[in-house]
């Protein structure tokens, strides 16, 4: 292996590149890819027309949809890389052939508890021309008045759903289905069920990720992620489009029709590409959130943090690359911050609080911290990074020194899409 392995990586940092020397390793490293034998789509708008022509769960909308009909089409925010250019239009398309007026048709930007799109951040998920034609609206979690109120799930999760599109006669969901770091997988009705819910329905459903259930690559038995199913069907979601993509964001295959049909094709797909089977761990991970928008913030490249821990022996080290041009991205998790000077901190203030999506953050950073030492490479302070009980590293060189004084002859494991792997040990293999 070792003749035949590069002598620098590229890791993805913000919108370009770092180049990584691996040389002083001399073969004591590995480097984990997503599965890159699977060939992209040879052509993207013929295989979104065809899934939407071949809907699972559901026959064709044809017959069902009229010129009177409502319809509310969901797309993620900014922080997700969703192929919208390649999804939308097919989907318009679709919809107005079969009759449906273009004034009857509203998307809505699924930003959850993030800040919601201002208009001049529109371009970053959409195109022009949609922007130019269709009425367009970024939710907001916290307008209590256009929430409503829709009872509550069997985990006693409380629903509230953003009221004009609850009130819409045909509900489509687009999205891409990867990996999720507490609900097992994202897509499906999660766009919708938390992307357009009420803060006081995200914060109920994500207090659930306390359970060891809640967690990478798990769905069934997922309770966090089955509330978001819940939560779906309260809000009648219809029919959802998704994509899978590779490591590259390219579509490897494209999905249509009912929400928990869509999810169960894309996951079979997900897990070709992200599920990688190790025989031992590693003592240090070296872990790149996989550039923007994965690392557009430290709220969301923290994702890739928890990804590499499953590749880390306890009291291992892991070191995240991640840029975090926006910063933290959650006034909460720095507010909830104030203060704290160890992990002994963090789980106490996190039980006498009431649960809320951003502190929670800081429970999940402080759950790693109690088995690995986690180091961060951006473009955020040192005085920041330290006050989230990280430890900060300012150049690549401090990451070649890093390494070696960590555990002379130490085994690393790196990953440039830390978020689109995720490990399996195997116990009959492993010494």
Sequence with gaps: MENEEPKCLILPYGSGNLQYSVEHLQGRYHVFQPNDELKKVADENRAVKQALTHPVGIENLQGKVDERTSVAITVNDKTRPVPNSVLLPPLLS????????????????????????????????????????????????DDNDNLYALGYTSRNTPVFVNREFFNTDLKIIVGDIELHHFAGYSGGAKSAAI?????????????????????????????????????????????????????????????????????????????????????????????SAGGYPKDINLYQAQKAMTHASFFCKPGGAIILIAECVEGIGSNGYLEFMSG??????????????????????????????????????????????????????NSLQEILNLVEQLSFGAEVAILPHATACIATLDNERHD
Excluded: W
């Design 340 to 393: 704290i000077d160890n992990i002994s901190e963090v789980f106490e203030r996190f039980k006498r609080s009431d649960f809320m999506v951003g502190p929670h953050k800081a429970f999940l950073v402080a759950r790693i911290l109690q088995q690995f030492r986690v180091f961060l490479y951006s473009s955020l302070s040192s005085s920041l990074v330290e006050s989230l009980l990280l430890k900060p590293i």
């Design 94 to 141: 679709m919809l107005r052939a079969y009759g449906v007026k273009k004034e009857n048709i509203s998307l809505y930007i699924a930003s959850g508890t993030h800040f919601p799109m201002t208009e001049d951040e529109y371009p970053l998920v959409l195109s022009e021309d949609i922007i130019r034609q269709y009425r367009i609206t970024s939710h907001n979690c």
């Design 195 to 287: 992307g357009l819910a009420g803060r006081a329905t995200i914060n109920a459903n994500h207090k659930l990720l306390i359970d060891d259930k809640s967690t990478i690559g798990c769905y069934q038995q997922n309770p966090l992620r089955q509330d978001i199913e819940e939560i779906g069907s309260l809000m009648k979601i219809d029919l959802a489009l998704n994509a899978v993509l590779n490591k590259d964001k390219e579509i490897l295959g494209v999905f249509f029709g009912k929400p928990g049909a869509v999810m169960e094709a894309g996951i079979c797909l997900v897990d070709k590409v992200s599920r990688i089977h190790l025989n031992h761990l590693y003592d240090v991970v070296i872990a």
